[in-house]
């Protein structure tokens, strides 16, 4: 699978569990660790926690596995290493600290637009005749 097609199926499986703050920076050219960054917010360790076994649940059902994590002690920051994409997902107490989207500015950002999957609409309100 193809290292930006790998980032856009984790940002929308973290997305799909109410991540916040997603964010896809090709970093390719500044690094040669990987292609991607997926950066995400959970609301709290245990949202943390969620975001992460839902991505590599996700992604493994696509046969993708992942390389290596790191903070599932914690919980705060835990990093998925799929070689090519990296994952990290925060507190929004970590989060503000690493400020990875700044350390890594003159990444090449993927617009929300490429990967996120369209909402679906809302269910058509009643007709008032129905109710009454």
């Known amino acids: 699978m193809e290292s930006k097609e790998l980032a856009i199926r984790l940002a929308r499986a973290l997305d799909a569990k109410k ?5 896809i ?43 290596r994590t790191e903070g599932h002690e914690g919980k705060r920051w835990i990093l998925l290493d799929y070689g090519s994409v990296i994952v990290h997902v925060f507190t929004q107490e970590a989060h503000d600290f690493y400020d990875l989207e700044h350390l890594w500015a003159d990444g090449e950002p993927v617009p929300a637009a490429e990967w996120r999957l369209p909402e679906e609409p809302a269910a058509a309100p009643q007709a008032q005749a129905e109710q009454e």
Do not use: K, P
């Open 25 to 67: 920076i090709r970093v390719h050219d500044l690094t040669t660790v990987t292609d991607y960054f997926v950066i995400a917010t959970g609301t709290s360790t245990t949202h943390v926690a969620a975001l992460a076994d839902e991505a590599d649940f996700q992604l493994g059902r696509q046969g993708v596995n992942v390389l």
């Open 19 to 23: 991540a916040r703050d997603i964010r």
